[in-house]
């Protein structure tokens, strides 16, 4: 959903009908759309997990996005679609304390599995995965991130309200730790037993509500700042998993552009502050412990899980791999500690 690009169908100047009535029901019931109205829908593209469409009736432009029961991915990967309704109660819980950082929500349908929610235009509101890409990086972009999230976890800690709507162990096995730290497990018998007890341990947390793909593929760079997409893997659980997903994808980075490698960590580095010097519900030391444990496990996941980031080539998959497991064995509880070993290490593996 997070990377909003059209399909081939809208090259070609025809007016895609829904496609299938379910949607023009959902639209006609919630009052999205009148029974004769002419609905023009476009696919979107970018996810492995949902359908998204972008809408276009009298004149109105939203998005529309449904849950799959399973994910486009090569792998077997299935998943409660009632995750649908779960990520809509996080943007209307995250919409509370920053409205800004997410999309108006319009209407849900959680027999269905499908709500529909405002629709961002990219030429405003740019993936921040691919500006990444294209070395468009800015540390203060990055820390907005952080100091988002931070407050998030902060108003959610201790509140067993939040913690019974958010009651999704069996969604976040499914979607987190099943298809990416146990499949590394599978795949990498190494290290299989630290990250089965990994695995594990992260399900016991009860701390905090969790997004569950702060990737940045799924935050846009909106003009007043962030704005968080795709929750549907939301968990009140350990908030460590968000900042060790995010923090991933900034070292995978290095790999995959490493005349950018020194920039990204510096947004590595201003995440970490942003985010653990707000920490106010536990001992930030114990939060980063988690976080180190976890970052190595997740860099292992995604090339090694069902979902393997598409932008590493064969020769950086083992980089990675070789890299991350002695992290994983090790133990690290220091994220500065991480990032001195992935900065030693990706220079060489560039020089090549």
């Known amino acids: 959903m997070s990377e909003v690009h059209t399909s081939s169908a809208a090259s070609d100047n025809k007016e895609p009908a829904c496609p299938d009535p379910a949607v023009r029901e959902f639209l006609i019931e919630h009052g999205l759309s ?9 696919p979107l593209s970018g996810g492995v997990s ?11 432009v939203f998005c529309v996005k449904r849950a799959l029961p399973r994910l486009r991915v090569d792998s077997v990967w299935e998943a409660p679609v009632s995750r ?10 995250a919409g509370r304390h920053f409205p800004e950082a997410v999309p108006k929500l319009l209407a849900l349908d959680a027999e269905r599995g499908m709500f529909a929610m405002e629709f961002l235009d990219p030429a405003r509101f740019p993936v921040w ?35 019974a709507r958010f009651d999704t162990d069996r969604a976040f096995h499914a979607l987190r730790i099943e298809p990416y730290i146990l499949e590394a497990a599978r795949r990498n018998p190494d290290v299989s037993s630290p990250l089965n007890k990994l695995a594990e341990q992260t399900l016991t947390m009860r701390i905090a509500l969790v997004h569950g793909d702060v990737s940045p593929k799924n ?3 909106g003009p007043d700042g962030p704005v968080f997409l795709d929750a549907e893997t939301a968990w009140y659980g350990d908030p460590a998993f968000d900042l060790a997903f995010c923090l991933n994808h900034l070292l995978l980075k290095c790999v995959a552009r490493p ?3 020194l920039t990204y960590l510096n947004c590595f580095a201003a995440f970490r502050t942003a985010y653990l010097n707000s920490v106010t519900w536990e001992r930030s030391g114990d939060l980063e412990r988690r976080v180190a444990h976890l970052l190595p496990a997740l860099l292992l996941a995604r090339v090694d899980g069902k979902s393997p980031v598409e932008y590493l080539c064969e020769r950086d998959r083992c980089f990675v791999r070789e890299t991350a497991c002695p992290l ?9 500690e991480i990032a001195e070993v992935w900065r030693a290490a990706v220079t060489p593996h560039a020089a090549l």
Do not use: Y
Request: hydrophobic fraction near 50%; charge should be negative.
């Open 34 to 42: 009148a029974p004769q109205a002419r609905i023009i829908c476009m």
């Open 50 to 60: 949902c359908d998204v469409w972008r809408i276009e009736v009298d004149g109105r």
């Open 84 to 93: 649908n309704a779960t990520e809509w109660a996080w943007i209307e819980f």
């Open 129 to 163: 995965k691919q500006l990444l890409l294209d070395g468009v990086v800015h540390s203060a972009v990055t820390a907005s991130v952080a100091t988002i999230l931070v407050h998030l976890h902060q108003a959610s800690a201790g509140h067993e309200d939040v913690a």
């Open 219 to 221: 935050i846009l760079v």
């Open 259 to 261: 005349n950018f490698a």
């Open 328 to 336: 994983i064995l090790s133990g690290r509880d220091s994220l500065d």
